[in-house]
């Protein structure tokens, strides 16, 4: 064997009680697991001794920004750290396949504040398949830092059909994303997302939607919305997207799946009677969220949806002309933009995060109201100004949710872990270098709210399964020896909101195909990381 993880105290990832067991691992697979008194022990080139750790299967983020981080940082130790071997990206209906010319230069613009502008990027593929060639082959043949699996962005799919107009799509055009979201998927994407508060996937209608989505379940994918209102509208939007989903017979994954603004305070219990009862009646319904209270996304995500008709350059045109420019205030302000999830803005919640000119760095940590302040003006004329001299490349911290949401929604047995993490900028969500340590020591350990093995069955069996994985996500033998070695009286972020960057403590080891990609609490060299394509034919 190449390599024996000796008295482990195993957690398989399917919620079953922890095995004190050797693990030998051999070929990038698991090749035994012998229980504690169970026979004779395996013998291996190189033996870890994991007397009072814990093994577990390597965590998969099931919502991950980190489409060009893959290709830009072959450390990338903000996910390897944590005990990520996998994440799904392509999300919230924005990324960078399929796209022409002219979309990839609006995705740029649209999603800076996402992901940078790229500028440090040759962007050499157009189509998802050549995307995730180009992953397999990042950084001169060697792969990425952990595994990829891809969602077809369903925004961008209707950019290059439609381009960015607030209309109903025509048949044609229905037709041609209906064959774009096909492609994708016949070249290894998982499932479908959306961003129904981004322009311009909100601009789609449910039938629109529902066609797409009836593609998506002819290969055996899943449909991942990010969907029209987390505010407000929230309960809506969660039945609009359930009924939808059940029209085309897709599976259907909830991003981000939290209850904010004072609206929602406490209710919760509301979303999950829905999610039970729709289960209860065949359902096929996962979900993910993050273990903190603020949501990140960008300042420009804010901003009403018509005043995004025509893309990015249309936009910044509206926020120069001042009639224009008032009446966007008075909607963002008074009536609840769509953008703000129908809520009326509160300035004093929106703190910056990032840019992208190095010289409004001085916003980043403030508030929007807190920097108006100091400028002796309207929070808006702040906020106003920064779109423009920053074009719309501003990311956002919103302070606007609530502790007994996060927790009830976690316990739910169809809960699954996502970062949602934002790798850009200065001053980024901690939840990008913190989420699966947060699970582990503050809602296992500190409050209880989840038992061990279960929290870590939300972590790796239960993600797999949603996204078909043959050979992920549970310590069998025959599995990929994508494993994580962690201490479960120790494991805790090291991130907080005033030290994002700071890395996790308490995981000693991370392997993924058998390789050591954390070892001793350090990242190593290796560049074990390849893409996950869904491999299942189309059902007829």
């Known amino acids: 064997m190449d390599l024996v993880i000796r008295d482990a105290r195993v957690i398989d990832g399917t919620g079953a009680a922890a095995y004190r067991a050797d693990v030998a691992v051999d070929g990038g697979r698991i090749a035994a697991v012998v229980r504690e008194g169970g026979g004779p022990r395996p013998g291996a080139r190189r033996t870890v001794d994991a007397d009072g750790l814990a093994l577990s299967p390597g965590f998969i983020d099931m919502h991950a920004h980190s489409d060009l981080a893959l290709l830009r940082d072959p450390d990338h130790s903000a996910k390897a750290a944590q005990g990520v071997t996998l994440e799904v990206i392509g999300q919230d209906g924005l990324s960078y396949a399929p796209v022409d010319d002219r979309t990839l230069a609006q995705i740029r613009t649209a999603i800076t504040g996402w992901n940078g502008d790229g500028s440090d990027i040759d962007f050499t593929w157009r189509t998802v398949g050549e995307y995730l060639d180009r992953l397999d082959h990042g950084f001169d043949g060697q792969g990425i830092a952990v595994n990829a699996a891809y969602l077809v962005p369903q925004g961008t799919v209707r950019m290059l059909a439609l381009g960015w107009e607030d209309r109903d799509a025509t048949p044609a055009e229905i037709s041609r994303m209906k064959d774009l979201v096909a492609d994708g998927l016949e070249q290894g994407a998982v499932g479908l997302s959306s961003g129904l508060t981004y322009t311009p996937g909100m601009y789609a209608t449910d039938s629109e939607l529902t066609e797409l989505c009836r593609v998506v379940a002819a290969y055996g994918g899943y449909y991942c919305p990010h969907h029209r209102s987390y505010g407000a509208g929230a309960l809506r939007a969660y039945e609009e997207m359930v009924a939808l989903s059940r029209e085309a017979g897709c599976a259907l994954h909830l991003a981000h799946a939290t209850m904010n603004f004072g609206v929602n305070k406490g209710r919760a219990p509301e979303l999950l009677t829905l999610l039970d009862t729709a289960l209860a009646d065949g359902a096929d319904i996962t979900l993910d969220t993050y273990p903190y209270l603020p949501g990140c996304t960008t300042l420009a995500a804010m901003l009403p949806s018509w005043a995004a008709e025509g893309g990015p350059d249309a936009i910044l045109a509206r926020l120069r002309n001042d009639t224009e420019a008032a009446r966007i205030r008075h909607v963002m302000e008074v ?65 606007v949710g609530h502790e007994e949401n996060v927790q009830a929604i976690m316990k739910h047995p169809v809960h699954t872990g996502g970062s949602d993490g934002i790798l850009h900028g200065a001053k980024p969500h901690p939840r990008a270098y913190g989420t699966f340590p947060q699970y582990l020591g503050r809602y296992v350990r500190d409050l209880g709210v989840l038992p061990l093995e279960e929290c870590v069955a939300h972590l790796t069996g239960r993600p797999a399964a949603r996204l078909r994985l043959p050979d992920r996500g549970l310590i069998r033998e025959g599995y990929r020896a994508d494993l994580v070695l962690f201490d479960p009286d120790t494991v805790a972020a090291g991130s907080t909101f005033a030290t994002p960057r700071t890395l996790p403590t308490g995981i000693p080891h991370v392997l993924i195909d058998g390789r050591f990609v954390i070892e001793d609490g350090h990242r190593t060299t290796t560049l074990a990381g390849r893409t996950v394509r869904r491999v299942a034919p189309r059902q007829n």
């Open 335 to 399: 009536e609840g933009a769509d953008g703000c999830h129908d809520v009326p803005i509160e300035w004093d919640a929106i703190e910056i995060s990032g840019v992208s000119d190095p010289s409004l760095n001085g916003y980043i940590g403030k508030t929007v109201a807190a920097s108006a302040r100091e400028h002796g003006e309207e929070p808006w004329t702040t906020a106003r100004r920064l779109l423009l001299d920053d074009r719309l490349g501003s990311t956002i911290l919103q302070h």
